[in-house]
Structure formats: C-alpha cells, structure tokens
C-alpha cells in the first residue's frame, strides 16, 4: 500500500499555487493519503520568525527569498526543512540558506583578483579568475552549515537564553562545489614549509557590531588544513557561484563551522605565526558559565545533527500511514546509524538510511508512522557518526548559542480523519 509522501513534489506545487505570498509563512499544507490536503496549524513559535519586511533588499540579499521557502533573519535567510522534501541530495542554490554578516556584495569576476601575501610565502603574488578556471580543478559535495544552526532550541527547549540569529535547524546545505584545490593555489604561490596560519577574507562591507568596526570578515585556518581539502569554489551545483554565496570565488572548508567558508575571498594571508581575527578572539568560541573566562578554544569542526523533511508543528491524521523523512549529518565524518523515536523518546527504531552516504554531507532517511492517538506528540531523530559522536539530549549551554547538538523535538499535533 502507498504510504502518504509528504514529499510528494506535485502535491507541494499545488499547495503553494494555492497560497497567497502573506499567508504562505503560516499555512503549510500537507497531503493526506486519499489525496485530500489540510491546514497545517500556524507555526507555535513564530516571534522566531524574525523577518527583515517586504522590501526584498531590506536583508541584503540579492536572491528572492520566498516565505515558503525560507525564513528571514535580519541579513540572513534559513532554509525551510518542510520546503526539503520535493529537493533531492543537494540544496538547490534559489533554496540555499544565506548567512551574510553585512550584505551581498556585488563583485566583478573581470577585474578581481585573488592577493596572497604573508610571511609565509616566499614572494606576494595574485591570480585572476580565468588563471583559476584554467587550473586542474576538483568537484565535492560539501555540506556548509552555520557554528549558530539550531540557536534557537536552546530558548525553546532548554529555556536557557542566547545571543545571535536564532536559527532553528534551516542554517544548512549541501551543495557540489568545483573549484581550485586551496593547496594548488598556496604552492603556485611558494608557501614555505614553516607557514602555520592561512586566512582568506572577504569583499564584503565591514562589519560593524555595538558600535566597534571589526573590519572584514576574515578568519585564520591551520596551514595543514588550508592545504589538505580546502576547495576555492567557483561553482555551486555546476553555475557559477551566485552572488550570495561567494561570487566569483569562495572557501569551502569541509566538516569545519561554516563560518571558515569565507565568501567573495579578495585576499589570503599566509603566515609563519598564528594568526588572529575577531573571528577567532571574540566570537566563535565557546562562553559562559561551563567554560574559562577568556573563552573555550576557537571552534572547528561541527557536531552531529537529524533534521526531519516536516513543518514544526505539522498537523497529522490519525489512523494514516505517513512516510517521515529527514536527513543526519556530522562535521567528523559519515553518519553510522540514526534512530527515530515518535513517541517522544520512550521507544527507538532504526531508520533506514537511502541516497549517497558521503562525509562533510548529509545522509537521509526515512521511517513510516501511523499516529493512533490524536494529540500533540513530539517526533525525535538522533544520529551517531562513524567515530561513534551520538547526538546527546541536552547540549552544555554557551553565551552565543553555537554548536547545538540535541536530539531535537519535534512537535505535530494529531487529529482525527
Ligand atoms: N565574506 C564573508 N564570508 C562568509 C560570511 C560573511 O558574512 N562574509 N558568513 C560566514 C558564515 S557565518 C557562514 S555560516 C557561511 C554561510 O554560507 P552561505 O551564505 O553560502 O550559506 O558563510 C561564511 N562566509
Ligand atoms: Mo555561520
């Protein structure tokens, strides 16, 4: 027997046909299994929904942003996990999160250049774009994700407080990247065997936050790192890089915060002593009452972390079989194992793991559910990865709200059909 898809690519396509660009943040819409659809409820928590207006370049975004496919933050737009299911491995780029610290800045791959300079090098020396288009090139699936993906969980279900973009679990994508190994570039330009420190920074504005004028956004990366799968991209799922996600040319930086991911790099700093940034001094690390007064180390790599493919809050028919699906990922490698529990935590089963299984990506899965009790219930996912990280119940609380990694969950109210 079919099992309801809530992924059904045509019943979404619908749904949205149906819906005015006002009410589309609120009414989400779900199929059930004869083909009738129903009102999802409105989102519970939706002062979350912190939307820049309707001026679309109120954000600095230069892409559109529709609400059933994102949810603003001020300069920045988080990927609806609900809009993922008619969307296959990779994030298409129109649905991409983007996380700008200023806004997107408009570049001209013509006339860039790319400058490396530093005491690590043995001379300065700048490439342009056609140099890095001709040179050998590499394509990876990389997964980017924000150090700040899934803040907001630790107000709404830890009850503690948090600073910065209160992210739900959207601050993430995969894509395919093509680009110049960073190390090809690094030994076109001579960097001698003593360099420690490499730090790209961007042509975006100057971020200025409480009145003090940080500069650029820039942020250092250990030399061994820069050299052994770093990627300056140029393209993103086979286009040139869009505007707002690096264009003409950006870092990826597989497995690491997705801050390391420097966009529209204008200039790369190689340096024999270490290297420091407000990026790395002031935020980006670890505060508050579980770590030492000047902060925890700067971060690296990210956690492990299970979204399901669902609208918060998703309303449900008892008695029906749904088909649920989500996706895991971990900064350390492949995801081994997940495990679903739908009645809020008290029983576990395996999913099954479909599609490519690839580290510094996601792994997706699925498990079917036929709610009998109508109510709220809470739908929980947790993954372990092949170095054996399990996502835990309750993630150590820090000033800024990073690297939240609990199992999260879901809720869905049930009714009856
Ligand atoms: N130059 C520059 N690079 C940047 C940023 C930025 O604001 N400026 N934001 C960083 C952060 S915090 C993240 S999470 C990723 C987001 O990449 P995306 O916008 O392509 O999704 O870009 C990183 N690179
Ligand atoms: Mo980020």
């Given at each position: 027997?079919?099992?309801?898809?809530?992924?059904?690519?045509?019943?979404?396509?619908?749904?949205?046909?149906?819906?005015?660009?006002?009410?589309?943040?609120?009414?989400?819409?779900?199929?059930?299994?004869?083909?009738?659809?129903?009102?999802?409820?409105?989102?519970?928590?939706?002062d979350?929904?912190?939307?820049?207006?309707?001026?679309?370049?109120?954000?600095?975004?230069?892409?559109?942003?529709?609400?059933?496919?994102?949810?603003?933050?001020?300069?920045?737009?988080?990927?609806?996990?609900?809009?993922?299911?008619d969307?296959?491995?990779?994030?298409?780029?129109?649905?991409?999160?983007?996380?700008?610290?200023?806004?997107?800045?408009?570049?001209?791959?013509a006339?860039?250049?790319?400058?490396?300079?530093?005491?690590?090098?043995?001379?300065p020396?700048?490439?342009?774009?056609?140099?890095?288009?001709?040179?050998?090139?590499?394509?990876?699936?990389?997964?980017?994700?924000?150090?700040?993906?899934?803040?907001?969980?630790?107000?709404?279900?830890?009850?503690?407080?948090?600073?910065?973009?209160?992210?739900?679990?959207?601050?993430?994508g995969?894509?395919?990247?093509?680009?110049v190994?960073?190390?090809?570039?690094?030994?076109?330009?001579?960097?001698?065997?003593?360099?420690?420190?490499?730090?790209?920074?961007?042509?975006?504005?100057?971020?200025?936050a409480?009145?003090?004028d940080?500069g650029?956004?820039?942020?250092?990366?250990?030399?061994?790192?820069?050299?052994?799968?770093?990627?300056?991209?140029?393209?993103?799922?086979?286009?040139?890089?869009?505007?707002?996600?690096?264009?003409?040319?950006?870092?990826?930086?597989?497995?690491?915060i997705?801050?390391?991911?420097?966009?529209?790099?204008?200039?790369?700093?190689?340096?024999?002593?270490?290297?420091?940034?407000?990026?790395?001094?002031?935020?980006?690390?670890?505060?508050?009452?579980?770590?030492?007064?000047?902060?925890g180390?700067?971060?690296?790599?990210?956690?492990?972390?299970?979204?399901?493919?669902?609208?918060?809050?998703?309303?449900?028919?008892?008695?029906?079989?749904?088909?649920l699906?989500?996706?895991?990922?971990?900064?350390?490698?492949?995801?081994?194992?997940?495990?679903?529990?739908?009645?809020?935590?008290?029983?576990?089963?395996?999913?099954?793991?479909?599609?490519?299984?690839?580290?510094?990506?996601?792994?997706?899965?699925?498990?079917?559910?036929k709610?009998?009790?109508?109510?709220?219930?809470?739908?929980l996912?947790?993954?372990?990865?092949?170095?054996?990280?399990?996502?835990?119940?309750?993630?150590?609380?820090?000033?800024?709200?990073?690297?939240?990694?609990?199992?999260?969950?879901?809720?869905?109210?049930?009714?009856?059909?």
């Amino acid at each position: 027997m079919p099992y309801e898809n809530l992924d059904d690519e045509a019943v979404r396509r619908r749904a949205r046909a149906g819906r005015t660009p006002q009410e589309a943040p609120d009414r989400l819409r779900l199929a059930t299994v004869d083909g009738r659809t129903l009102d999802d409820k409105d989102l519970d928590d939706r002062d979350l929904d912190d939307r820049a207006g309707d001026d679309p370049s109120a954000s600095g975004i230069v892409k559109p942003l529709p609400p059933e496919l994102f949810v603003e933050h001020e300069t920045n737009a988080e990927m609806r996990w609900d809009a993922m299911g008619d969307v296959g491995f990779h994030v298409p780029n129109d649905r991409f999160f983007v996380r700008n610290h200023t806004s997107t800045p408009i570049v001209d791959a013509a006339t860039w250049r790319l400058r490396l300079h530093g005491t690590g090098l043995s001379a300065p020396r700048s490439f342009g774009y056609e140099e890095l288009l001709a040179m050998p090139s590499v394509t990876r699936d990389v997964a980017i994700e924000c150090a700040g993906n899934g803040r907001s969980l630790f107000t709404t279900q830890q009850h503690q407080e948090v600073a910065g973009t209160p992210w739900r679990l959207g601050g993430i994508g995969v894509a395919r990247w093509r680009g110049v190994p960073l190390a090809t570039v690094l030994e076109r330009a001579g960097i001698t065997p003593d360099a420690v420190d490499v730090m790209a920074r961007g042509l975006d504005p100057a971020y200025v936050a409480d009145g003090v004028d940080h500069g650029r956004v820039r942020r250092p990366i250990p030399a061994a790192k820069a050299l052994r799968d770093v990627i300056l991209a140029y393209e993103m799922n086979d286009e040139p890089l869009p505007p707002d996600h690096g264009h003409p040319v950006r870092l990826v930086v597989p497995g690491w915060i997705g801050l390391a991911s420097v966009k529209w790099v204008g200039d790369i700093e190689v340096s024999t002593s270490p290297l420091s940034s407000p990026w790395n001094t002031e935020f980006y690390r670890m505060f508050g009452d579980a770590y030492p007064p000047q902060g925890g180390a700067p971060l690296t790599t990210q956690g492990v972390r299970s979204a399901f493919e669902l609208p918060w809050n998703a309303t449900l028919v008892a008695g029906r079989p749904y088909l649920l699906r989500g996706r895991s990922w971990s900064g350390n490698g492949r995801i081994a194992d997940v495990e679903v529990s739908l009645d809020g935590g008290a029983t576990w089963q395996r999913a099954p793991l479909r599609g490519p299984h690839v580290a510094s990506t996601w792994t997706r899965w699925q498990v079917t559910w036929k709610p009998a009790e109508t109510g709220r219930h809470f739908l929980l996912a947790r993954a372990t990865d092949e170095t054996g990280a399990v996502q835990p119940s309750h993630t150590t609380h820090n000033d800024f709200g990073y690297l939240f990694d609990a199992v999260v969950r879901h809720p869905v109210t049930v009714v009856s059909g």
